[in-house]
Nanobody, 113 residues
Framework: QVQLVESGGGLVATGGSLNLSCVAS????????LKWVRQRPGKGIEWISS????????LYADSVKGRFFISRENAKNMVHLQMTNLTPEDTAIYYC??????RGRGTQVTVSS
């Protein structure tokens, strides 16, 4: 079955950085477009970044463009999200996702002001 397990969240001060990782299993990772989404307190799920399977093209939401950077390691079935210049508005649970059906349990990111 499809499994996605995120790690790397934590508490960081405004302006700080965090690196999130997700290890995947149960599907052909090299053929999958992978995504990061987040859920801020009291809000719905927000897409923030994708990396395509066929050409590794990277897409970002305007809210994180230039601050967050997605990457993938097909040999390890892993996708990463490097987050820089964090603000309190980035406080959320971050999930990696595959298709519209699957996402992990998430990792909490808290940015203090």
């Amino acid at each position: 079955q499809v499994q996605l397990v995120e790690s790397g969240g934590g508490l960081v001060a405004t302006g700080g950085s965090l690196n999130l990782s997700c290890v995947a299993s149960g599907f052909t990772f090299s053929r999958a477009t992978l995504k990061w989404v987040r859920q801020r307190p009291g809000k719905g799920i927000e897409w923030i970044s994708s990396i395509r399977a066929e050409d590794w093209v990277k897409l970002y939401a305007d809210s994180v463009k230039g601050r967050f950077f997605i990457s993938r390691e097909n040999a390890k079935n892993m996708v990463h999200l490097q987050m820089t210049n964090l603000t309190p508005e980035d406080t959320a649970i971050y999930y990696c996702a595959y298709s519209t059906e699957y996402r992990g349990r998430g990792t909490q990111v808290t940015v203090s002001s």
